[in-house]
């Protein structure tokens, strides 16, 4: 059946946003509607984080969100003393970026809309709703009112990118399961600082809870709970604003940009998915902010989907592909709710004896030094990965535990001794990924050949000690060491299968690379613009270049 377009997405916050770039990247017939008249331009989510910095990455725009941002902040804990009881301050880059890097919504949604310009596939209508939609077995038809009058168009797939409150969503009949906080916050965001401190700080005082967050260009916001009979009406005022602040810091007298109050959930839809349109972002999921999880999970929605879609839209049955959305996504964005609440729960202690008990638990910790580094580095929190999905562990070996797992993204040095992250020589297609001393000696002409022919692209890469050296296909060395670290350095001379989003499908020696084709079939229709055989890593890198 024709359609005006492949997939529509309603709502141009971060999640639709990049959704539209991924897809247009692909050269998917997408159209962004947004009733509002133009991006953001209230501050609301101040953090992203090292997997969504590689989604935005895929999208060609890590290096513009890189400049707006200010990298690699960590987290001070501060009793009601004032005095300092844990520090989180994580250096290293699993993924290729600093863990968290802040950032102004604003900022970030205009530069995204206008990347949309790059891709001619993608129209995006502004100050225009979907006042209604209705499916049938091949498409959805959505009426639009914008600035022109109504209109009906029809798509292939609905993306639902409609925040917390998404008509589609009850349009759909989905209800939100989990909960809300009873205790509301009161957001304040300054125009200027006389904070120095580099890092978020949090005032663990049963009395009242503080978070203060950096920002880029000499900005901060303060987050602080409010207390039984502190009204809405009366936290939004200046002078209560002002004294607050003035309990936590030297910024008393700065310039206030915004004073809200918000009510934080920690809620799920009980579906993602009615047929042929999907939820993502906050229509999905609701996060508290303790763990600044919330657009991070949206971004690895959009992530997550986009390329299912791109392949959906090309398979004989793309059910799998669609189904596996939900099952992939939706048990981690509750990961990332748990953890929030578990945070605010340090963050928030109910009385002077449990935050006492907080802090005694923290310091003796750091007496050791494993449970020191658990937190320091960020470990406690849930590791980009699947236990259900487009997976294909082998059986009775605990190997399979890197299997479901987002591929490290370690810095590499290529043969042209170029040193770039490892997702700069990936081409958006999965990746079969060699992890030897000796890859070009692992596959024949004739399987070369078949892994071309089902969509893949053969990468090869070597331990930190082993020089990578000239064949039929690209070959880099581990200058990180990410793969030589548990659990990866038990798969010297293994072999990846990587989905388009860089997670692990399939893990194999390379005697039984073979294996690798069959799974394939569930990964790609076989009919994408695969890379032209015998690229070298040059070739390779100018042919990213140029797309």
Request: a neutral charge; charged letters at 25%.
């Given at each position: ?21 991924l ?24 953090s ?50 600093d ?13 995204m ?10 129209t ?218 578990r ?11 449990a ?10 910790l ?64 999965p ?29 090869g ?6 020089n ?62 695969a ?17």
């Amino acid at each position: 059946m024709s359609t005006d377009v492949d997939v529509l997405v309603v709502g141009a916050g971060p999640t639709g946003l990049l959704l539209a770039n991924l897809l247009g990247g692909m050269g998917v017939r997408t159209r962004i509607v947004e009733r509002n008249e133009s991006t953001v331009d209230q501050p609301r989510a101040v953090s992203i984080d090292d997997e969504s910095m590689r989604a935005l990455q895929a999208a060609g725009l890590d290096k513009a969100v890189a400049r707006i941002t200010s990298r690699g902040y960590g987290s001070i804990y501060r009793g009601p003393d004032g005095r300092v009881f844990a520090t989180v301050k994580p250096w290293q880059q699993e993924y290729g970026f600093d863990k968290r890097n802040a950032f102004q919504q604003p900022e970030l949604e205009a530069l995204m809309r206008d990347a949309l310009k790059r891709h001619s596939s993608v129209t995006a209508l502004f100050g225009t709703e979907v006042t209604g939609f209705e499916q049938s077995g091949e498409c959805v038809s959505a009426t639009l009112q914008g600035p022109e009058g109504a209109q009906v168009v029809t798509a292939r797939y609905m993306v639902a990118c409609d925040g917390g409150r998404s008509p589609t969503r009850k349009a759909l009949g989905i209800s939100m399961e989990g909960s809300t906080f009873t205790e509301p916050w009161l957001i304040v965001d300054l125009h200027s600082t006389k904070n120095r401190c580099f890092h978020t700080e949090v005032f663990c005082d049963p009395e009242r809870s503080c978070i203060t967050l950096p920002g880029p260009d000499g900005i901060r916001r303060y987050e602080f709970k409010l207390n039984p009979g502190e009204t809405t009406e009366m936290a939004e005022q200046e002078d209560f604003a002002r004294q607050l602040l003035a309990r936590v810091g030297p910024d008393a007298d700065e310039p206030l940009k915004r004073v809200q109050v918000y009510t934080f959930h920690a809620r799920s839809a009980a579906r993602w998915r009615e047929e042929r349109v999907f939820l993502a972002g906050d229509a999905a999921h609701l996060t508290p902010p303790f763990a600044g999880q919330g657009m991070n999970s949206g971004l690895r929605d959009a992530h997550n989907l986009a390329w299912k879609l791109d392949e959906a839209l090309r398979a004989e049955d793309p059910e799998p592909l669609l189904a596996s959305y939900q099952t992939e996504r939706k048990p981690h964005a509750w990961e990332m709710i748990e953890l929030a609440r578990r945070m605010g729960q340090v963050m928030m202690p109910s009385s002077k004896l449990a935050g006492a008990a907080i802090r005694t638990g923290f310091r003796a910790l750091k007496l050791y030094p494993p449970a020191r580094d658990y937190f320091a580095q960020m470990k406690y929190k849930p590791k980009p990965r699947f236990a259900q999905g487009l997976l294909w562990p082998e059986p009775n070996t605990p190997k399979q535990r890197v299997v479901g797992r987002m591929i490290p993204q370690p810095v590499v040095d290529t043969l042209a001794r170029d040193r770039v992250r490892l997702d700069t020589i990936l081409p958006d297609r999965p990746i079969v990924l060699i992890y030897s001393e000796t890859p070009e000696t692992a596959v024949s002409d004739d399987l070369r050949a078949r892994f071309e022919a089902a969509g893949a692209v053969l990468v090869g890469i070597t331990p930190e000690w082993c020089n990578p050296v000239a064949a039929d296909f690209p070959i880099a060395r581990d200058h990180d060491r990410f793969l030589s670290a548990e659990p990866f350095d038990a798969y010297l001379d293994h072999a990846f299968l990587l989905r388009r989003d860089r997670y692990v499908s399939a893990a194999v020696p390379v005697a039984e690379l073979a294996l690798l084709v069959d799974h394939l079939r569930h990964l790609t229709t076989g009919s994408g613009a695969a890379p032209q055989p015998n690229m070298n890593i040059s070739a390779l890198k100018s042919a990213i270049a140029g797309t």
